[in-house]
């Protein structure tokens, strides 16, 4: 979304100024003619590189759509248009949203559809949710669609919240496993040896396999950080991948 400084001049030959929001200056310029004024000039503002870093303030969540669902369902059902809907909903939004919501408006407002206008964020809305979006605008169902996908929303969110509830606990002992696992190998083993290695005795081979591996652990601790990241790293660009999300689900 790009800012734009204006002068113009109204019906009596006023001269104003002002600031509009637009995705170009062709959008810009239909918008203040909308307003019923005469255009003059129209330049582009140019932010502050810092400012454009505050803007961001993070990442739409599936809840933040899920939200946005409802409320833009209800407004259509009491018989809003789109655009004073988008309108109501971007002075409600923060953040990453309402910078989407500004797009989303000032694409509508410029002539395209309300599914073409989305469709340019699909880091935030699915081909499924632009899909049917098309399918209600076609149809003249748009009403019934926000409401149906508003509900289908709600209901994936309360299943994401049991199923992160229900990892809770397993986590917790998870992570406590590992914990005192490092607690072993680093603390708890590298005393014990020093006892052992007094007996002058020849010790089981699970023993010895845990005395190496604590053995390494204190030498070689940056490299097996480095390793254990990279694995992780590579798990998720593997999780992105088709096959891999389906064997990883």
Known sequence: MKKF????????????????EASSADAAAKLIRERDLILISLKTVKENPFAAIKRVKGKITPGDVSTFTR??????????????SLSILRTQAKGGM????????????????????LAKHPKSFS????????????GGVMDKVLSRLADNLEKHQEFRGKVKGALIYPSIIV?????VGLIM??????R?????????????????ILIGVSSLALKL?????IAIASGLYALRLYSRTPAGRRKLD
């Open 71 to 84: 409320q833009l369902a209800t407004m259509i059902n009491a018989g809003l248009p789109i655009t004073e």
């Open 127 to 138: 081909p499924t949710y632009i899909a049917l979006i098309t399918a209600g605008e076609a």
């Open 192 to 208: 014990l040896t020093s006892l052992y290695t007094e007996f002058n005795a020849e010790l089981p081979l699970p023993t010895r």
């Open 5 to 20: 400084n204006y002068r113009a001049k109204d019906k009596k030959g006023i001269l104003v100024t002002g600031r509009v």
């Open 175 to 179: 992570i406590g496993m590992i914990i």
């Open 185 to 190: 190998i680093i603390f708890v083993v590298p």
């Open 98 to 117: 309402q910078a989407v919501f500004m797009q989303v408006l000032a694409d509508v407002e410029g002539g395209e559809s309300f599914s073409r206008a």
């Open 221 to 225: 601790w940056p490299l097996m950080l």
